[in-house]
């Protein structure tokens, strides 16, 4: 067996290729939501490489934090989308910069600003 003869493996963290990101964006064509494990046992990939395809491929696959599943965002009404990954996404982003300003206080209480 010959180098090119070996199964193509994933890195984690590589960028993925348009042919993964054409698999995913066909799998997902049906409209349906799926998790990031249905997603990899349809696909033959790990979680990891499910994550890193969907956001690598940018905006087009639906997902947020305390959202169970991904979907193709073409294929979400814009209502539904608001109230679902919308509202997750707001929720997280107040919560990251609440823990932000906590930290920045903490970090700074008793501390003098050098110039």
Known sequence: MTQLDLPFRRY???HRGEADAAMLRGLMADGQTRTRRQIAAELGWSERDVRDCAEAIGGEISRAPGVDGYRLTAGVPVEE???SYGRAWRAYIRNLARQYAAQMRVLYRGRTQEK
């Open 12 to 14: 984690r963290g590589q």
């Open 81 to 83: 989308w608001q109230e």
